[in-house]
């Protein structure tokens, strides 16, 4: 079993910045690949961002390249999304995953954390 609690969501205005963590427990391996995610009113469960738990790759969906960035610290088990130069589009639930590396399949989730960039 796997645990994961996101935080750090609230109101930004335009152009601002967040960071979004998520602390992972239970059996976290090396083997996982940890995933934000991120769903809007009205729209379907959205690809973010995903790092592997070593740290070594990471992705990015084109939408957020260059304005955010995904780290890890082992030492916390937790996992963050720096979020920089914030757009209304933004605007979601965002949530954390995590998945094995034989599979592409996110199979435990956290409840997600509101961002809501508006002036």
């Not at 995933?35 to 070594?56: D, L």
């Not at 996992?79 to 965002?94: C, F, G, H, I, R």
């Amino acid at each position: 079993q796997v645990q994961l609690v996101e935080s750090g969501g609230g109101l930004v205005q335009p152009g601002g910045s967040l960071r979004l963590s998520c602390a992972a427990s239970g059996r976290i391996f090396s083997t996982h690949i940890m995933g934000w995610f991120r769903q809007a009113p009205g729209k379907e469960r959205e690809f973010v961002a995903s790092i592997t738990w070593s740290g070594i790759a990471t992705a990015y969906a084109d939408s957020v390249k260059d304005r955010f960035t995904i780290s890890r610290d082992n030492a916390d088990n937790t996992v963050y999304l720096q979020m920089n130069s914030l757009k209304p589009e933004d605007t979601a639930v965002y949530y954390c995953a995590v998945r094995p590396t034989t599979s592409v399949v996110y199979n435990y989730w956290g409840r997600g954390t509101q961002v809501t960039v508006s002036s």
